[in-house]
């Protein structure tokens, strides 16, 4: 009888599951071992392109495009960073991309004053709660593509420092400016709601 591990591997994968292997693997060709990575990443990839461009139809389409891009690079993967670090950068700067084509930078006056929230849990409260997300959309808006990206992964995605260098492309010092700025900014728009 099969192992936990094993259930819900592609038949002859047995012990082969890691990242690592199946990333050889799907770059020799093996197009199961591919099926795998991209069963195990895209929810997590799906996730992250929907928040950084508030659009699922727009994050499906990057995740695809970037599991095509893998698919036909993969050869030339390296392994110099993990197969997940590697997918996450392709799938953000497919996101940034789009990101810069689509958006004019607005000034951050444009986010207007917002009244402070009356804490209850009347339909009121919950007409409130759509607001502020509906607020905190538009004031991600006002980020430049790459602080978007870099608060994304940092505060929603609870990513380390390192990997969001990694994953975005930059110094960690950059993205720790990059992740300040993006605060800053986010303050400053949402701060009726605080």
Do not use: K
């Amino acid at each position: 009888m099969a192992g936990p591990s094993t259930q819900n591997a592609p038949p002859d994968a047995g012990a082969e599951t890691d990242d690592a292997l199946l990333a050889v693997r799907a770059a020799e060709g093996d197009e199961d071992a591919f099926a795998v990575l991209v069963q195990r990443h895209a929810a997590a990839l799906i996730r992250l392109a929907t928040r950084l461009l508030g659009n699922r139809t727009e994050a499906e389409d990057a995740v695809q495009d970037a599991f095509i891009s893998a698919w036909r690079t993969l050869p030339e993967f390296q392994g110099r960073s993990a197969f997940g670090t590697w997918i996450y950068r392709i799938v953000t700067n497919r996101c940034l991309n789009v990101l810069r084509a689509r958006r004019p930078v607005a000034p951050l006056e444009a986010a207007g004053e917002v009244a402070a929230a009356e804490y209850t849990t009347s339909p009121a409260r919950i007409t409130e709660g759509r607001d502020a997300v509906r607020e905190l959309r538009e004031a991600l808006d006002l980020l430049s593509a790459e602080q978007r990206a870099c608060w994304v992964l940092r505060e929603l995605d609870g990513r380390s420092y390192e990997f969001v260098a990694d994953a975005v492309g930059i110094s960690q010092e950059a993205v720790r400016a990059r992740v300040f700025r993006a605060r800053r900014c986010l303050t400053q728009a949402l701060g009726a709601w605080r």
